[in-house]
């Protein structure tokens, strides 16, 4: 299988309207994004997207309903550990449901300047910047989902060239087809999922919101350190 491109809503994601299909073995687009390109294959956005945002599926393009992200990501130990925003979520469900040999992000920095637009339709609601359990550290987060793709033999890059708070090795188009699960210590994985383990913070239901009393931030700001220091373990990150 190809790469397959998930692609966000970035001022910068516009660029990949013009971007072969052929490369990718799917597009999978988050929120508003499928407004970037008409051939995308999956589109994915949260229960309390606004209907008028909603796309309409041509042939064989299909919408990811919430049970099944939720259900993914549980999987993959759920929201609070794995972070609260589509962009993760959608990464998790990819890495479940498509199991492709390359996760490519495109739009999905996460970095929001304080003037100009903060997407490429203009200015909308920054999802990591509000008060959530789960976004404590997004490079943690996206280090979490490297370690764990790379654990599965999925590789996870970054295709932007943009200021990104993910810490994906970054990567160009044409360098795809070269891509490589990173090498990573597989002890620090095992270290980060037992700490997991033993605080059981998990929500089948996935709206972990409504169980905050029971997350202690200052223990998943420990095990937030124990990804990063898995995920510095290879040698192409710098985080």
């Not at 790469?3 to 013009?18: I, N, R």
């Not at 549980?74 to 962009?87: E, L, S």
């Not at 979520?89 to 739009?107: E, N, Q, S």
């Amino acid at each position: 299988m190809q790469p397959v491109l998930m692609l966000g809503s970035a001022p910068s994601a516009t660029e990949a309207a013009a971007w072969p299909k052929a490369q990718f073995g799917q597009i999978v687009v988050i929120n508003n994004a499928w407004r970037i390109r008409p051939d995308w294959d999956q589109a994915i956005y949260p229960w309390d997207f606004p209907p008028d945002r909603h796309p309409t599926p041509g042939p064989g393009q299909k919408v990811v309903a919430e049970e099944a992200f939720v259900a993914a990501q549980n999987r993959f130990g759920g929201f609070v550990y794995g972070g609260g925003t589509m962009a993760f979520t959608t990464a998790y469900w990819i890495l479940d449901a498509l199991r492709p040999p390359v996760v490519a992000a495109f739009g999905c920095d996460m970095h929001y300047p304080t003037q100009g637009p903060t997407h490429f339709y203009g200015q909308g609601t920054p999802d990591p910047l509000r008060d959530d359990i789960s976004l404590r550290s997004l490079e943690a987060k996206s280090a979490r989902f490297l370690c764990l793709a790379a654990r599965e033999g999925v590789a996870a890059v970054n295709l932007s060239q943009a200021p990104s708070r993910l810490i994906w090795p970054r990567v160009r188009q044409e360098e795809l087809g070269q891509v490589r699960p990173l090498d990573l210590d597989p002890a620090l994985i095992d270290r980060a999922l037992a700490r997991e383990a033993e605080l059981d913070y998990v929500v089948p239901s996935g709206r972990y919101w409504e169980e905050r009393h029971r997350f202690d931030p200052a223990l998943l700001d420990e095990v937030d350190s124990l990804w990063l220091q898995a995920a510095r373990s290879a040698a192409q990150i710098s985080a």
